[in-house]
């Protein structure tokens, strides 16, 4: 990884961003090379920290990014700016729920979804259209910490939310238009793609 990202990776860690873990990256960086993947778009910015990480694969030509913090945005900028890669990362600013995507290509590669955990059906229905046919959608934090439902002394909040997420993977598995597999590994990722 070079110095540039190490240092976005470091700091975003201290500040406690939720970056995409390792083992979640290198899953992703290998299907991006073994696909050649070239399009790319991102629900869930943050600093920019897993854009980067994807724009190091040479096969990456252009990733569109999301977010609705004004805060994560100027980072986001400013990191991209510094790593020069602004020719190849495109970060909107709005709430991909409610931005104008008419104007978008359909022909992306690869969708990854990692913003509100509550919302990934709804990012997924809305943008898995804009995806090539042989696409890939991946969903971050399947498994939340590894915090279950039934656990004692969580929030209402948390329960509620696990509870969606949950939903969300009951619904993917039952997907008609969608195969999905699961990775257990770092954060859990959701790994769909459509059924031939
Ligand atoms: N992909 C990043 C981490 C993203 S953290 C990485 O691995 O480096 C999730 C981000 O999604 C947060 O910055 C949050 O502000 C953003 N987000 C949440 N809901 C969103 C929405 N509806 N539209 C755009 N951004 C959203
Ligand atoms: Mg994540």
């Known amino acids: 990884m070079n110095s540039n990202i190490q240092k976005i990776k470091e700091l975003a860690l201290i500040n406690k961003v939720p970056i995409i873990q390792d083992a ?91 913003a509100a955990k509550a919302q990934s059906r709804r990012f997924f229905e809305l943008y898995s259209p804009l995806l090539k046919q042989d696409g890939i959608i991946i969903v971050d934090n399947i498994l939340f910490h590894g915090v279950k439902e039934s656990d004692e002394n969580i929030s209402k909040n948390l329960r509620g939310l696990i509870k969606k997420i949950n939903l969300f993977v009951e619904w993917l598995k039952q997907n008609e238009e969608f195969e999905t597999i699961f990775f257990e590994g770092g954060d859990g990722l959701a790994i769909s793609k459509r059924k031939c």
């Open 24 to 114: 979640s990256l290198e899953v992703i960086n290998s299907i991006i090379s073994k696909r050649q993947v070239e399009k790319i778009l991102e629900i869930g910015t943050a600093v920019g920290y897993s854009s980067l990480c994807f724009s190091t694969n040479n096969c990456v030509k252009r990733i569109d990014t999301f977010e609705r913090n004004q805060d994560m945005y100027n980072q986001a900028i400013q990191n991209i700016n510094n790593c020069q890669m602004s020719e190849v990362i495109h970060v909107h600013f709005g709430d991909a729920l409610e931005v104008d995507i008419s104007n978008f290509s359909h022909d992306y590669d690869l969708l990854f979804i990692d």
